[in-house]
């Protein structure tokens, strides 16, 4: 499997550098043939990176410890289910995912390039496999997971405890897939420019592959947050730790691409923006890269043993440097095909809204590497904690979500003040009587007050829009409310699902404002038949029991819950101690509820059986968890194809319903 593997994976760093050759020399040469093999090239790749990838997969499989890397992240006591977490679990084993996924996406961005972008598709190709070209010769050469030991170990040092979870079936692909993926839209991109296509031409693809690397991105966010919450034991889900912050902000600025690619596809306006925008995005994800492979601001997430940070550092400048050299060179030809009419119109706030997304991802980036920078300047770290990015982003994402709701309600072009006030009244009204039911109940909180208002606001602008769309086609068409309703999604799927990503993120929005302003903590130590209250809640400790295994001590808690007396469940919570890495893992026992949380995790089991108990109550995280899947079903509708109709598939409406149909994005 060690020979098979590294075989495989030469062969695609050199099948990906032909490909980088081929594609330019053949446009030059106006070559179809040498251009065909070079796309003929990118399509074997894979099926090389699918064997190494394969290769490496059946050597944990059998436990095949002669290799360094499965012998350094696996053991004869690891479940077979956990191989596929092993698998990446280091830079090798990542580095080779990595590559894997970029030329799978690679391969089917070139087979599916629309007819329209074929002269600008060797370039594409050519960018593509460039930076497959160096993910491949930098694991075949600086970390290659086939590498052998001078001797076989009889058993391994086995996986990270924190890793034997079911969130890191998911988290850490989506997100290396999401950091990855952008090399697409940004390759469409850079193609155009060199190919001297300037115009509308490559916004189709790079739209697509945008919303892709951007759920990923979302999906693998969401996730790294409920494996947090669930197992680290702190009760928490967002850090600010610096690699979550580098899967974020070219999260920050993906959602700002998509949403202004909208803008030159419908209007022909910004293209000089989106070409500085997926410029960013791809640094941003090379720098997130970058700081998981050795960077030199400490995290919890990076492989900090590795030594591979000087060679990412050279990429990423690389990777900046040139995209935004050649936007200077066709700075000329970029001109958009109009300009903003006005600042009250969706294309202002579309741009408005980028802003604002671009200062939270550089406020993020300078909380980031400031420790860097203080160690730099005054031979002293200073870290950056987490009430600087509250502080500082609080107001900015506040002012996001804002304009979240009134851009959808404001149209194109050019929007008189009497229409602004007949769109927006109905949900700032709603949003103002939340705020003033919420004070008059006892809610105080200014941030709180702020964030369930605009929330309210958001979600009212979202449904009047339906409930307009529905209703007008209700009349048009004789559908009863429920079919009219799903045929107006279904017309116009790239805009209604974008609402129902925009409802993804104010559930998102309830679930941080419920545990940052309202969250009760209480640490305890318990002995068996003690009880304890907090909030409504009070808890017995029955008692834990201890289970020896191969590689691990478990200690199972069990805790009933009452409320006003009544039995309401009873809870158990494990506390694991893996004595070969000195390191404790736990699975909080968790109560979830539209309403709040009861959050019970073991901190510390003491020799007279008693227990320390970290005990949550936090209001409103499920709506974070429920966020995900409606996130997934909005993007899903996005990008779902979608044929413009014949004319004789056209419904016949009256002329009343056509002046009352909702403007399409």
């Given at each position: 499997m060690a020979d098979l593997g590294s075989i495989s994976l030469w062969i695609a760093l050199a099948l990906a550098a032909y490909s980088t050759i081929a594609s330019v020399a053949g446009k030059l040469r106006l070559s179809p043939a040498l251009v065909e093999s070079a796309q003929s090239a990118a399509y074997a790749a894979v099926l090389a990176l699918l064997v190494s990838t394969l290769s490496l997969v059946i050597a944990f499989i059998s436990h095949d410890f002669e290799i360094a890397y499965v012998a350094a992240h696996s053991d004869l006591a690891m479940p077979k289910q956990f191989t596929w977490v092993a698998f990446y679990?280091?830079?090798?084993?990542?580095?080779?995912?990595?590559?894997?996924?970029?030329?799978?996406?690679?391969?089917?961005?070139?087979?599916?390039?629309?007819?329209?972008?074929?002269?600008?598709?060797?370039?594409?190709?050519?960018?593509?496999?460039?930076?497959?070209?160096?993910?491949?010769?930098?694991?075949?050469?600086?970390?290659?997971?086939?590498?052998?030991?001078?001797?076989?170990?009889?058993?391994?040092?086995?996986?990270?405890?924190?890793?034997?979870?079911?969130?890191?079936?998911?988290?850490?692909?989506?997100?290396?897939?999401?950091?990855?993926?952008?090399?697409?839209?940004?390759?469409?991109?850079?193609?155009?420019?060199?190919?001297?296509?300037?115009?509308?031409?490559?916004?189709?693809?790079?739209?697509?592959?945008?919303?892709?690397?951007?759920?990923?991105?979302?999906?693998?966010?969401?996730?790294?947050?409920?494996?947090?919450?669930?197992?680290?034991?702190?009760?928490?889900?967002?850090?600010?730790?610096?690699?979550?912050?580098?899967?974020?902000?070219?999260?920050?600025?993906?959602?700002?691409?998509?949403?202004?690619?909208?803008?030159?596809?419908?209007?022909?306006?910004?293209?000089?923006?989106?070409?500085?925008?997926?410029?960013?995005?791809?640094?941003?994800?090379?720098?997130?890269?970058?700081?998981?492979?050795?960077?030199?601001?400490?995290?919890?997430?990076?492989?900090?043993?590795?030594?591979?940070?000087?060679?990412?550092?050279?990429?990423?400048?690389?990777?900046?440097l040139i995209p935004f050299a050649i936007f200077i060179w066709r700075y000329p030809l970029l001109k958009s095909a109009r300009n903003l009419d006005s600042m009250l119109s969706r294309e202002a706030a579309f741009l408005i809204n980028n802003l604002l997304l671009l200062a939270i991802a550089f406020v993020t980036l300078w909380g980031t590497v400031y420790p860097l920078i203080s160690r730099l300047t005054n031979d002293e770290e200073i870290t950056v904690a987490r009430p600087f990015y509250d502080q500082v982003n609080g107001p900015l994402m506040l002012a996001l979500v804002f304009l979240m709701g009134v851009g959808p309600l404001i149209p194109w072009r050019k929007a008189s003040l009497s229409s602004l006030r007949r769109s927006l009244l109905p949900p700032a009204v709603a949003g103002l009587a939340t705020v003033a039911v919420l004070a008059a109940l006892g809610l105080h909180k200014d941030y709180a007050l702020i964030a369930f208002g605009l929330a309210t606001f958001v979600t009212t602008g979202i449904l009047m829009e339906w409930y307009r769309g529905t209703l007008s086609r209700h009349r048009g068409t004789g559908e009863n409310y429920a079919a009219a309703f799903l045929h107006l999604i279904w017309a116009n799927r790239p805009r209604y699902g974008g609402y129902i990503a925009h409802l993804a993120v104010v559930m998102v929005t309830l679930g941080i404002v419920g545990t940052s302003f309202f969250s009760t903590q209480k640490d305890v130590v318990l002995s068996p038949g003690e009880r304890v209250t907090i909030e409504d809640y009070e808890l017995v400790y029955l008692g834990s029991i201890e289970t020896p295994k191969s590689n691990r001590t478990e200690f199972t808690s069990t805790v009933q819950v009452f409320r006003d007396g009544e039995l309401l469940e009873t809870l158990r919570t494990t506390r694991a101690f893996y004595p070969n890495f000195n390191m404790a893992s736990t699975n909080a026992a968790i109560r979830s509820t539209p309403v709040e949380d009861l959050y019970i995790v073991p901190s510390e089991n003491l020799p007279d059986g008693s227990v320390g108990f970290r005990i949550l109550v936090n209001p409103l995280i499920w709506w974070m968890w429920v966020a995900g899947p409606v996130m997934l079903l909005g993007t899903g509708i996005a990008l779902w194809p979608q044929r413009a109709p014949s004319p004789a598939q056209v419904p016949s409406l009256s002329r009343s319903a056509v002046r009352s149909r909702p403007t399409t994005a």
């Open positions: 679990a280091g830079n090798e084993g990542s580095l080779l995912y990595i590559g894997l996924v970029l030329s799978v996406m690679s391969a089917i961005a070139i087979w599916r390039s629309p007819e329209r972008l074929k002269d600008a598709l060797p370039y594409t190709t050519a960018v593509l496999m460039l930076t497959l070209t160096f993910f491949l010769a930098v694991t075949a050469v600086m970390a290659n997971p086939f590498d052998k030991l001078s001797f076989v170990p009889i058993d391994g040092e086995g996986i990270n405890p924190l890793l034997t979870h079911f969130g890191m079936f998911f988290h850490p692909p989506a997100l290396m897939a999401g950091l990855i993926g952008i090399t697409i839209p940004f390759a469409f991109a850079m193609g155009s420019m060199l190919a001297g296509k300037t115009g509308d031409e490559w916004v189709d693809a790079g739209r697509v592959w945008g919303i892709i690397s951007w759920v990923l991105l979302a999906s693998g966010l969401l996730l790294g947050s409920w494996w947090a919450y669930t197992i680290l034991g702190w009760g928490g889900f967002w850090f600010w730790d610096p690699v979550e912050n580098a899967a974020f902000m070219p999260w920050l600025a993906l959602t700002a691409f998509i949403h202004s690619i909208m803008v030159q596809k419908r209007r022909g306006m910004f293209r000089m923006w989106n070409i500085v925008l997926i410029n960013v995005a791809f640094g941003l994800a090379l720098y997130g890269m970058f700081m998981n492979r050795g960077g030199s601001v400490p995290s919890v997430h990076s492989f900090g043993a590795s030594s591979l940070g000087w060679v990412f550092l050279m990429f990423l400048a690389i990777g900046v």
